[in-house]
């Protein structure tokens, strides 16, 4: 058998001493900071939860980024389609008027103004901006797209070459992408205005076949419009969704982070006292060991 030493004694009392001295500093740490750990080795496993659940929020807040970015554009877009499709409901309702036998050549002189007003009012709607970026010129955002030529020729109306047709997306979830725009040659703005300013000149050459003509012409655009506006309000409520889905993930996350990386202070109390009286009575009886003297033996 062997022979236990004090010193043995001695060394495992400042091991079991030292451990919970580290214990009380742990908890003491935990409830000062309110982190369940410091470094990656007092939780290895939860430390590596939480990095990954990092991760993820990270991923989440951009994602809810890319949503709330989106649907400001297409909210912008939806306002200013909502313009022209007014614009061209006044405009329909002046043609109908104008190609009714009853009104007068001079008082169709006098439509001429308003008419060119409103036509300038559609090119200036066209390069409508949100953010500072053209919202109908596809992926030339920083191009103005129209200007207004007064003329039948609808290329002459693009301020600075070809619109682009390009589709703007926002990722908002991993591989899920939705669209943010409408571009002016789908909505057929160019043309638009071409048709516009024929009605113009019908009303300057007193035309009432061409007027007609016009009819039919802001009946299509009008339709155009309405398809358009139909294409923003799908994508938005797709991006609505998608937000509302990363908020209550964000929600979920949140928590799980919080389980895995938080203090659970009441928890942490109570073994902080425990290993507080466990502490004591270590120093009670490290007490009694070094007391002993060689005149205690002799008694």
């Known amino acids: 058998m062997s022979r236990i030493t004090n010193n043995m004694i001695i060394s495992d009392f400042l091991s079991n001493y030292n451990k919970s001295q580290n214990k009380l500093n742990k908890y003491m740490n935990q409830l000062s900071t309110g982190d369940k750990f410091s470094r990656i080795s007092e939780e ?23 949503a709330a970015e989106g649907i400001s554009w297409l909210k912008v877009t939806d306002e200013a389609l909502n313009e022209v499709g007014k614009t061209l409901r006044t405009l329909r309702t002046d043609a109908l008027a104008a190609a009714t036998g009853t009104m007068t050549p001079e008082s169709r002189q006098k439509l001429l103004p308003k008419v060119e007003q409103l036509r300038k009012d559609l090119v200036e709607i066209a390069n409508s901006k949100y953010a500072n970026s053209y919202i109908f010129n596809g992926f030339k955002t920083k191009v103005k797209p129209y200007q207004d030529a007064a003329s039948l020729i609808p290329g002459d109306y693009e301020a600075n070459g070809a619109v682009s047709t390009g589709k ?11 669209g943010v725009n409408v571009t002016g040659p789908e ?7 071409a048709d516009i300013n024929n009605f113009s000149v019908a009303l300057a050459s007193d ?31 797709r991006l609505e969704l998608g937000a509302d889905r990363l908020s209550a993930q964000e929600v ?28 004591r009575l270590a120093l009670q009886t490290g007490s009694r060991i070094f007391q002993p003297t060689l005149m205690d033996f002799l008694r």
């Open 207 to 237: 035309d009432p076949v061409e007027i007609q003509n016009t009819i039919d012409n802001i009946d299509t655009h009008i339709e155009n419009v309405l398809v358009a506006r139909s294409q923003v309000g799908s994508c938005q409520n």
């Open 187 to 193: 909505i057929g703005f160019a043309q638009m205005f």
């Open 252 to 279: 979920t996350y949140t928590d799980i982070l919080s389980k895995t990386a938080d203090t659970d202070v009441a928890e942490t109390i109570m073994k902080y006292m425990n290993e507080e009286n466990v502490f």
């Open 168 to 178: 703007l997306e926002r990722e908002v979830a991993a591989g899920t992408v939705v």
């Open 44 to 66: 290895p496993i939860d430390a590596v939860k939480s990095m990954r659940l990092d991760t993820i929020l990270s991923f989440n807040q951009q994602y809810q980024d890319n």
